[in-house]
């Protein structure tokens, strides 16, 4: 897991596919179902974002109040783990996928400009 500065861990991947394999082995739902199941848990996560940012920000007059931009941070932090485990779900090369589209992100975004 992380170490005792909060950093990540040293394998990400390892510990995306214990997750993977704790889900699964505990998976009521299956199959192609399961897996569109695993993948609208994303959309779930993304929404605890909106909700904590809304909190954070007090634009809920009812509410107030109610989050903090920690409760955020640990919200998008969810977002990835459910995206990286959603990834291993569809693919066991998840891995390999995942670093070949940030290598072409990167080569894209980062490269200088004409």
């Given amino acids: 897991m992380s170490d005792d500065r909060g950093n ?12 993977w394999t704790w889900l699964e082995a505990d998976q009521p739902v299956g199959g192609r179902e399961g897996l ?25 007059p009812r509410k107030g109040v109610t989050h903090t931009w920690d409760d955020v941070e640990a919200e998008l932090c969810d977002v990835v783990i459910t995206a990286l485990v959603a990834l291993r779900t569809l693919t066991p090369e998840a891995r390999e ?18």
Avoid: C, Y
């Fill in 36 to 60: 569109l199941l695993r993948m609208l848990k994303l959309s779930e996560e993304v929404g605890e974002v909106a909700e904590a940012v809304i909190g954070a920000t007090g634009q809920n």
């Fill in 97 to 114: 996928v995942f670093g070949r589209h940030l290598d072409r992100v990167a080569g894209r975004s980062l490269t200088p400009g004409p």
């Fill in 8 to 19: 990540a861990p040293e394998d990400l991947w390892t510990t995306i596919d214990a997750l």
